[in-house]
């Protein structure tokens, strides 16, 4: 267990899972709906979500966890159709009080969105791949899948980054894991699994930043070594380029964990109705947080996921 105040909804008194902006479901939060407005009114004026995501940092706003905001967290929020009341079919959901975007200020908000990600190159119609990233990997080679399409015209599938060789259907791969995850989902006690997954999470996000954030300080006292002639050059030089690739790993570790954080299901009640109308992105963080790897095997015989597939859960640390 990691300790701290996230654990606490363990023990019944959940503050975690509620959606930023609100006290509860349909009940807008006095500080905070105002706060994320005017971020939302920063972007209209043509400021970037990192920007965004800087004010609201200098304005002290923090997520329901307690942390501060990532411009990935700020971005899954603002996509969420619940920030305007809405289901994801776009419909108002009745017993929502208040809202903390008008309906009609959260669709411009998403031709925004739309628009900017064409204006930087990706196709709209690209497909959202749900396991890339470092989760499916090639069982062959042990290498990572990557989203790719045979041709232009070919369906979105996973290519194997290594060995090239694996290759499988993204639908058919994904609609595989999609069912196993909602089939946890419905175990009872699925709630509290995935709430002490994300204390762990939370704990290796702690562990990873206070890392990075050394960082300078080892390259320093490489440099020093170095500089005190305690260091031949050659070995200066690949000591240095190990700290660098470590780094680097580091930061592409915490970009891919934070995808798996604040997530709004703890106080869901219904984690299937919640699949069924959550944004993509919300579900990519609930299936990396649910399954640590995809193994994809070599087609033997049957393309079926269910001959080639392997599921790794994430266990809880003890
Ligand atoms: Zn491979």
Request: glycine share 14%; aromatic share 4%.
């Given at each position: 267990m990691c300790g701290g105040r996230r654990c606490e909804s363990l023990i019944g008194?959940?503050?975690?899972?509620r959606l930023s902006g609100?006290?509860?479901?349909g009940v807008a939060h006095p500080e905070e709906a105002p706060l994320l407005r005017e971020a939302v009114a920063l972007l209209f004026e043509g400021r970037s979500e990192a920007d965004a995501t800087r004010w609201l940092a200098s304005r002290g706003m923090l997520t329901p966890r307690g942390n501060e905001f990532r411009r990935e967290v700020l971005h899954r929020l603002l996509t969420n159709p619940r920030l305007a009341g809405l289901d994801e079919s776009g419909e108002p959901i009745e017993?929502?009080?208040?809202?903390?975007?008008?309906p009609d200020v959260f669709h411009r908000l998403q031709k925004l969105f739309a628009d900017r990600s064409e204006k930087r190159?990706?196709?709209?119609?690209a497909h959202d791949y749900l396991v890339t990233g470092g989760c499916a990997l090639c069982e062959e080679c042990t290498e990572p899948m990557v989203g790719s399409r045979a041709?232009?015209?070919a369906p979105p599938s996973y290519k194997c980054d290594?060995?090239?060789?694996t290759r499988i259907n993204a639908d058919k791969l994904e609609g595989f894991v999609a069912e196993h995850v909602l089939a946890e989902l419905l175990k009872p006690e699925a709630r509290e699994r995935l709430e002490r997954l994300e204390c762990d999470i939370e704990a290796e996000i702690g562990r990873l930043k206070a890392h990075i954030e050394g960082a300078e300080e080892r390259f320093a006292s490489l440099g020093d070594l170095y500089g005190r002639g305690l260091m031949v050059r050659a070995a200066f030089v690949a000591a240095q380029k190990a700290s660098k690739e470590d780094l680097r790993t580091s930061k592409l570790r915490l970009k891919y964990l934070e995808q798996?954080?604040?997530?709004?299901?703890?106080?869901?009640?219904?984690l299937m109705a919640w699949w069924r109308t959550a944004p993509h992105a919300s579900k990519r963080g609930l299936v990396l947080l649910e399954i640590e790897h995809v193994w994809v095997g070599r087609?033997?015989?049957?393309?079926a996921p269910e001959r080639r597939v392997r599921l790794d859960w994430r266990q809880p640390a003890e």
């Open positions: 008194v959940s503050c975690v899972g609100y006290v509860r479901a017993s929502w009080v208040e809202r903390v975007l008008e190159g990706r196709p709209r119609e041709h232009a015209d290594g060995c090239g060789k798996m954080t604040d997530l709004p299901v703890g106080d869901v009640h219904d087609v033997e015989g049957s393309q």
